[in-house]
């Protein structure tokens, strides 16, 4: 079988289609890593990287299409058959365990060290590990995990799945790794990858830091909606062509022509320039201002800092002065016991109310208002909220912070899952609102969305990186902004 | 059939079927002939578990790990204070009631104090405070008991058109809760609180304000139930509030009102506190001894419970 002048690739997949409901996460995709090779993969939010990396790490079972290890057929040996294939993953989200200690996680990561004095050799093999990937790192693996910085547990976790008890890693995927460590730290990892990769072994390296990516690699993939783009070595790359081999092709602008006097309209936020941000934050009264960058970069923090610092925890506030509509809506959006109406009526009971009591004729009403309004497709209002499409229930959560007087309304990435009829449907009521005088606040991951604002602040790691205004926004330079490294 | 659907899918029903069919079990076995008594004893110490019941159940409204176990300390105290004050004087009835409110709400703010400030898990925050407060209790007692004034334990004991005075008054707190629950933004907001903290403070409900006027209305309702329970028992003693921990409890959730919060109903609180009282009276009657009376008790609230579990997320 092997007797061909090809070696088998470490990892093959073949025509992979993995769907999640009517969501489509990879279109088939075909990837080989071969040894000795650091694969480099890229792509913006959603277009099928950490799908990809669980199909290879055994964690999900295609729906279609085939993995092999090292020429094996793979059908349904999920994460032993990967295991065995020498692969390994270092996770985005850390996965040790806080209350072990970090010898007893590196046993947890390798049955094999098993029988008398496990601890003893356990200590040695991740002392020698970490002392090999860091140099000079002073961390006490007798300690519990949970005493650990986040730099100091990425280290950790990075240096376990480099060690070799029974079988040696072939193959190992590392998800954003450097995305807690600091510039040095990440300098000394990326040099043990091509040390790694010299003598023999595969690493499939995922980062938003382009300069990592072009440095350490030996080939990238790039990833759009599913699919792999394009394939090439990675001399073949500059840091200004795989931002573009990432985007769409640029689009006709259907950007909004800046409306007059935009700019002499008067502040309603004005926040100062935070450590380590370019920018600071304003919103000026009757502006559609949006947050970019990567999903996960600060934004909804920003937004959830900013709905705190404008409303009270103890006193009952009116007007409100700041509304919130939810993207994640089973975690901060919906009220599941609730019917529609009582969902809907929540965000300002008190203009239904004289002394305390609720008119329920005066709420009917609201209902049947933004019912017709939004095009809410029940039968009645009354039934539960969750007999709902997760489209129209966000249509519920739009009216809710609408039917405020707030001047303020922050989104949260509220469009996620709404098919494109209801998107066109919100698009207008946010114009003519935004007109009428009311703020917006939109984080969105979506371009198409963030060319509909009138300014755009772009996030990374936390902070502000760009600021873009009117025909600045454009997708091209929000993920040049997204992307650390000479691309901008 | 289909007119009584509406009322079969309400919660609370299933409390008020178990009581009415052991009040029949308990009538039928003594011919018919006490009926009236038991009627009148029941309405009476049903009323007592119903005071504390709905400020628990308010409490329990706002979700997973929220419960005032502070409820018997807070009845103790009250009753012991309000007592002490009166000396039996029938002028300071009224002001003596003001100050069972005070201990209240003193009580709840504390309460909620503990879990805010010292970010204290409630059911420790309350089961701590509990102690603290019965200490109180026990220090101002000291084994003295003070009749209450006359005309107040002539009240408590007292019928109004054969209704014990107890069981009206329980009715009015009891309507004064259901108005809160149901038709007050309070409510809402309650309930908001309990599906999703989160949610709540995210569409503009004050959510640390909310739930400190529950804390504080849960500890004021068991310090009214303890001035009446006080007065109509002829003087405080230090465990009369010991069985209502449970019972408070209890009565939340034979009621119907949800368990993990979010979703109460006060009709529900009557019916369990009603069956709580006849099914001990029940087993009295037929003759059963300690031990299978509590075995007996154990069995059938768990099978009400069984019963008025549904799931949840039905139509309101």
Redesign the interface.
Known sequence: MNNSLEPQPVVAARGVRVAFGAVTALDGVDLDIRAGEALGLVGHNGAGKSTIVNVINGGLTPHQGTISYGGVDAAGGGVAAARAGGVRCVFQELSLCPNLTIVENTRLMHQGLTGFGWRKRALTLIRAKLDEVFPANRIDCTGTVGELSIAERQMVEIAINFIEVTEAPRLVILDEPTSSLDASLAEQLMAHVRRFVAAGGSVLLISHILGEILSTSTRIVVMKDGKVVVTKPVADFTAKSLVEAMGSVIKEKTHAATRTGANAAPLVVDLPVAPGSAFGFAARKGEIVGLAGLGGHGQTDML?SL?RAR???????RP?E???V?GDRS?????????IL?NLS?????AL?RL???DRDREDALGADWKAKTAIRTPDM???I?SLSGGNQQKVLFA?ALS?PAAIVLMDDPMRGVDIGTKQDVYAILRSEAEAGRTFVWYSTEMDEICLCDRVYVFRDGVIVAELKGEEISEEHVLAASFSGEAA | MNALKPVLSKPWIWSWLAALATFAATALFTGGASAFGLSQATLTFAAFSVMVGLGQMLVITLGPGNVDLSVPATITLSGTLALKFMETEGSLVLPGLLIAIGIGFAIGAANYALIKLLRIPPIIATLSMSFLVQSLAIWSNRGLRIKPPEALAAFTTGTTGGVPNIALAGLVLSVIVWWLLERSIYGRWISAIGQSPFAARMAGIPVDGTRFVTYVLCAVLAAVCGYLLASFSGGAALNMGAEYLLMSIAVVVIGGSAVAGGNSNVPGIWGASLFMFLVVSMLNTYGFGAGIRLMLTGLIIIAVIVAASRPAGGKR
């Not at chain 1, 975690?331 to 019917?339: D, I, K, V």
């Not at chain 1, 929540?346 to 008190?350: A, E, K, Q």
């Open positions: 959830l709905y409303s009270s925890n103890w006193r009952p506030q409100e700041i509304a919130f939810a975690l901060n959006g919906t009220f599941p016991l609730w019917s009582r929540i965000g300002d009971l008190g109310s305390f009591a609720i009354h039934n539960p969750l809710r405020t």
